[in-house]
């Protein structure tokens, strides 16, 4: 163990951008998953379509090849464009930022179909009950929709955000210094792999337990007054 705290504040720092990255791209999963959700749901048959190959790509090319078409190719795309229209000159994606993208994009999938699901578990009378009290658009999904949304998708959502944290890890591809490339480095360096290789076990093991505290506090608050079957 004295390895472990010699390189302790390595490990802290990856730490730290593990969580950040993973916080980030829950936060823009969140935000695509609804758009993808209500897309899916629309009247119109252009944004179903559009909903759904979304998250038909996402479930069909692995995370690894997106990271890298984002992280290589993305910034190779931008520049063309700013090339092409004389706004802007060469864009460099930095890996904290693919990263983020990246994650973001292929959990929104995820998200739009939990979020989706939920949505559709909504009594369909309520909706209808909150029309016909005059109540608009916004009021129904903030007082009737997002509540009972919520509670539908946490189990879901749940799984969705310990598999975003682990696949964090892939990050390290790209040369993104988080907790994985730090440790893999330091092990390297001293010959000793696999010590801190567990390590970095625990410390997921750890972000793990705290976020299915938290969560269950969230479904609590949100199920309060529901009758368990």
Known sequence: MDVIYEYRQILIEGTFVTISLAVLSLLLSIVLGLIGAFAQLSPRRGLRRAGNIY?????????????????????TFVTQIGSLTGLWGYVEINQFVAGVLTLGF??????????????MAIPRGQIEAAMAVGMTPSQIFRIVTWPQMVRFALPSFTNNWLV??????LVSVIGLHDLVWNAFSAGRSTHQLFTFMVTVMVIYLIITAISDVLLRMVDRKYAAGVRKA
């Open 164 to 169: 975003l944290v682990k696949s964090t890890a």
């Open 106 to 119: 292929i959990f929104g999938a995820y998200m739009a179909e939990t979020f989706r699901g939920a949505i």
């Open 55 to 75: 998250t038909v790509f996402v479930r069909s090319v692995p995370d690894l090849v997106l990271m890298m078409l984002i992280f290589f190719g993305g910034q």
